[in-house]
Every structure is written in C-alpha cells, then in structure tokens.
C-alpha cells in the first residue's frame, strides 16, 4: 500500500506526540518522519547523562526540575507504557521566603490549596483580614469554570494581568508581592511579567486539583528517562522515523500550499563542555559538529507537514511573505522570556533530613529552589542537587556571577548547611534553546490553532491552543495529537481523543454546581 508522508519538523514533546498519534491512528496509511535539528530529543523536556572526567560520576543534567501533574492525556500514556514508575509521589515541604528570611510551615490535611493557609496564618505570612481575603479570592478562583465562559468573558479575563484581577478582589500590593501569594497562585513560576488572568486560574486550577495536602508527583529520574525515552521508543516501535541533527532552515511555499522542508544536517550539534572547575558554565552551545560530515542542504517533500517548533524557531524558518498573514503574524507578538537553571552538587545532604522534597518559593529571578536528592535517587549521588530555576529578565543585563552570588547568598541562608558543605558540581545553563512561552494579558488570543492558512502545514507546540492553557508537558503532548487529528481528518482516519481536565471534585465542584444551578453564571 503506498503511504502517505508526513513530516514533522522538532521532536520536542508536540512533535513525537504528533509522531504516535499519526501512527496509531494512521492504520498503516501514514509514513512519518521526525526532524530533531539536535542531538538530544525531548526538547525543553529532555535531560542529559553528563559524564565528569574528574570525578568519573554521571550527573544527570535537566532543563530544569519538572512537577507531573495528574496530566489526563499523558499521565496514562506513560501508565501505558509502563513508564510511571518514574514518577514518585513526594511530600513537600513549603518554605516561603520573607523579609529577608525562610519561614517553613505545616500544610493541613484539607483540599489543596486551602492546605496552604492555616499554616501561613499560624507563622504570620499575612494577619486574618488579609487571610480572609485571600481565601475568598482563591475560592472564586476555583469555582470559575473557563471552559463554560463565553468568548467575551474568557477574552476579559485574558485581557487582564492576574495581579489587577487581585487588585479587583481587593487584595494590597504588600499582599500580591508577597512570596507566599506568588507562591500558591503560581503566578510567578519563572515568570518575569505578570501572568494574565485567564493563564493564572488554569495554572493554579491544576495545581489544585493535583496537590493533594502534602504531596505531588515529581519526576524520580531525569525528565529524558520518565517522560521522553518511553515515547521515542514508543514512537519507533510503530515504524516511525527519527533523524538527529536535521534543521529544518525553511518552510517552502509554493502557491497556497508548502512544498517543501529545507533541511541542513550536521548543522546545529549541542554538546556538554566540562564544567567542573567553571563555574559559569552553559553547557549548551550550539555549533557544527566538527567530527560529522559537512553540512548537506536538501529540500524534502511530503504530503503534510507538522512544525512543532517554538514560537521564535518557527519565525526564523517562515519566509517574509508567510509572516505576513495574520495567523503567523499573531505568532510573532507572542512573548517569550529565557530560563535560567542552575543546579549544584554537594558531597553532603544539606537540606533538612524531614523534608521529601523542599521546595522554596522565592522572590525573582529563582522563583523556586528544590533539593533533588531526594526525588531522584541518584545511585552514585552522595549528597543534595540543589537546583534553582527562574527567569532572565531581572538579569537580563548582568552577568552570570551576579546571579549565582545572589543564589548563593539566599542558599546559604535558606540552608546553612550548604555553607560547609563541598559543592562537586556546578552547572549555571543560561541558554536561548529553551525560551519560554509568556502567557502575558492578551497572549490567549495570539496563540494559534493547529491548522495554519496552509491546508498542509499544522502547528504543534505547548504555545498553541490546546484547551489546557498551562505552558507544560501535557499541553506540548496535547498540541501534537491535535495536529495529527487535522491530518487524520483530511485522510478519513479516525481522530485520537483528547480528554480534558478532570473535575475538581469536593467542595469545588458542588460550589460550581450550585452557581449553575443560581442563574448560570460561572464566571469569576
Ligand atoms: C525550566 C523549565 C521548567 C519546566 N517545568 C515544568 C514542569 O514542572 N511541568 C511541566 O509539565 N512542564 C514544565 N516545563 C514545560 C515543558 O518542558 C514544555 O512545555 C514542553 O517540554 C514543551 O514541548 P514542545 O514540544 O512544545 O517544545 P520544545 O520542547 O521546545 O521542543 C521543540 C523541539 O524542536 C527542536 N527544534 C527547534 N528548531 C528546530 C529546527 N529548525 N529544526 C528541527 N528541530 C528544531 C528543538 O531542538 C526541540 O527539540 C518546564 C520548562 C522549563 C524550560
């Protein structure tokens, strides 16, 4: 039977999602190519194994720590596959810095995330009057219903940042800026600019919705062991194809359709450089790969074409005239802001014995610092992988010195052990590779869907409209399995089912029933 191509360009999370989805569903009619311009797959999701040479130990390097939420489409796909043991349920313990200081507290066995506020009244984060207030915010927060909004009153809730809709809700500046909000509402994850409205609500529905009081799941390995190997192998075991360093460096037009993918190999290889006597190592670079072949440039068709390429990848390969349209040009405002991940290995344990999984919410540029130690069991880990990650905005202009010296200076205080502990390995990664979608006020409507004004060109990436509104894993794998279902559609093949948010159940979904039930209204 002759099979249709596909091609896709990334094999990030969207763009092997796109890869099984196409496969699975595709009975055998689909021949599908993936194009990773790198040597690592997995994308923003990926780890890597770093050999040291001086001390001979393999550390494991992520992008940054990744949480796994109760996602509805990837969680039993790994389940599936048999790759959930990766991810370990793990008690976290909260520790909110302010005023210059730590303050740790006890979550309460009630429903996420009110678990949060007794504690923080009982060690003074905020008086009654104000834990009032911030109780009543976040419970109308949960009982608003996005997908029940209509179109206007989704786009007013986008329009607005989340901290003019606290301001609305009557909370004070000293209240919004504080740690511990900015903490339990997520509203600065690594996130220089205030979140719109829209972002924040999902973000911290499914936070909700996942914590329970004093658990969540993290990744027990490297994000490339749990979440990506099980797929790329997955993927392949379907007779998918996937090819490393392949840029895609053009969508080619002709007419009103795209003819081709220039792909240039060998061109961008990103190597790890030995790190541990530099303190300020990026320890992604991107380069020719010296040993390879010389670059080869060719132009490979298809019959549809999948880009599942960040935001600012996907501008640098659309011609001038594709930028144009209104669909790719919406993309180009869309903002998106570099992280910083800095991870530190000790020779000793040095946060506390009785915390699973510290985690600290911190003022900018780390929003949050977490000891990995005790989440990943590394075999030949000795002591604490402490990493921190944030955002560059702060320190868009300052060098790499000043952020770890202020690091260090919060570490030190946060954990005085870590004062006389010996650091082993350090690795400060500063990279441009993994800019990070904003969901700034009025970002909603910038985001494309998966079908572009080329009826053979689809978008995936966890930027696009997904439903799911939350920049993360489930929404990259999402994007991909609605970027196969436009291609599935136009072939007669039937579509995968994306399953949406489960219901928060409890307390939340009986207040939402009741607001229903008094006149419809679901809205914030
Ligand atoms: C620091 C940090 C912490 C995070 N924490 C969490 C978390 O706790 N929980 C969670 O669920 N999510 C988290 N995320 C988000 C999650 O990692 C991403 O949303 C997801 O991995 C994005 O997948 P993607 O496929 O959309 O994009 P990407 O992962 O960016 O994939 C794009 C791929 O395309 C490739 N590419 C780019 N240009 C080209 C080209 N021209 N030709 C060929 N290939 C190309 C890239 O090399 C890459 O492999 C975090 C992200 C970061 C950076």
Redesign the pocket.
């Known amino acids: 039977m002759a099979q249709t191509e596909v091609l896709v360009?990334?094999?990030?999370?969207?763009?092997?999602?796109a890869g099984i989805h196409l496969l699975e569903q595709g009975a055998g009619r689909l021949r599908v190519r993936v194009?990773?311009?790198?040597h690592?797959?997995?994308?923003?999701?990926?780890s890597m194994p770093h050999r040291d040479k001086a001390t001979q130990r393999t550390f494991t390097v992520?992008?940054?720590?990744?949480?796994?939420?109760d996602?509805p489409n990837?969680g039993p796909r790994l389940q599936a596959l048999g790759a959930d043991g990766g991810l370990a349920r793990a008690k976290h313990e909260v520790l909110i810095w302010s005023e210059g200081a730590v303050r740790r507290f006890q979550a309460w066995d009630v429903p996420s995330p009110f678990h949060l506020f007794p504690g923080g009244l009982l060690s003074g984060l905020y008086g009654p009057v104000d834990g009032v207030k911030i109780f009543r915010f976040m419970f109308d927060i949960f009982v608003t219903e996005i997908d029940r909004l209509s179109a206007a009153e989704r786009r007013a809730l986008d329009a607005i940042s989340f901290d003019d809709y606290a301001r609305q809700h009557g909370l004070s500046d000293d209240v919004i800026n504080s740690s511990f909000f900015r903490f339990v509402t997520q509203s600065a994850?690594?996130f220089p600019k205030s979140m719109s409205a829209l972002a924040a609500v999902a973000a911290m529905q499914l936070v909700a919705q996942n914590y329970d009081a004093v658990a969540c799941r993290y990744l027990n390995r490297g994000?490339s062991d749990v979440v990506i190997e099980p797929l790329r192998q997955h993927f392949l075991r379907l007779g998918g194809i996937l090819e490393k360093f392949?840029?895609?460096?053009h969508v080619n037009v002709t007419g009103d359709r795209v003819s081709s993918?220039t792909?240039e190999n060998n061109k961008?290889y990103?190597h790890a450089t030995e790190a541990t006597t530099n303190w300020y190592s990026n320890y992604h670079s991107t380069e020719t790969h010296a040993a390879g072949p010389p670059p080869v440039t060719t132009d490979v068709t298809a019959a549809y074409y999948v880009a599942?390429?960040?935001p600012r990848?996907?501008e640098?390969?659309l011609s001038p005239a594709s930028l144009a349209l209104p669909y790719f040009e919406k993309i180009t405002r869309l903002e998106t802001q570099r992280?910083?991940?800095f991870t530190l290995w000790y020779d000793r344990v040095v946060s506390p014995p009785d915390a699973d999984g510290a985690i600290i919410g911190l003022p900018g540029p780390f929003s949050t610092v977490a000891d990995l130690h005790w989440l990943q069991r590394d075999p030949e880990g000795r002591g604490s992988v402490v990493q921190f990650?944030g955002e560059d905005g702060a320190y868009a202009s300052r060098p790499d010195a000043d952020i770890v010296a202020d690091a260090m200076d919060v570490l030190h205080r946060v954990w005085p052990a870590a004062r006389t502990a010996t650091i082993e390995k350090k690795l400060f990664h500063r990279g441009n590779?993994?800019?990070?979608?904003l969901s700034t006020p009025g970002s909603d409507e910038l985001r494309p869907d998966a079908a572009s004004p080329y009826p053979n060109l689809f978008l995936?990436?966890?930027?696009?409209q997904t439903g799911f509104r939350?920049?993360?894993?489930?929404?990259?794998?999402i994007?991909?399995m609605q970027a196969a279902n436009e291609i599935l559609a136009r072939e007669g093949l039937p579509r995968a089912r994306v399953l949406p948010m489960k219901e928060p159940g409890g307390v939340i979904s009986l207040a939402r029933l009741a607001k229903r039930a008094l006149g419809g209204a679901t809205g914030p």
């Open positions: 360009a990334g094999a990030g999370l969207a763009g092997l999602s194009l990773e311009r790198g690592v797959i997995g994308g923003k999701a990926s992520d992008h940054g720590f990744h949480v796994f939420f996602y990837l994850f690594i994000c392949k840029a895609v460096e993918f792909v961008h990103i599942a390429l960040p990848d996907l640098e390969v992280t910083i991940a990650v590779h993994d800019a990070f979608f995936a990436g966890d930027y696009t939350v920049i993360c894993m489930e929404g990259a794998y994007s991909g």
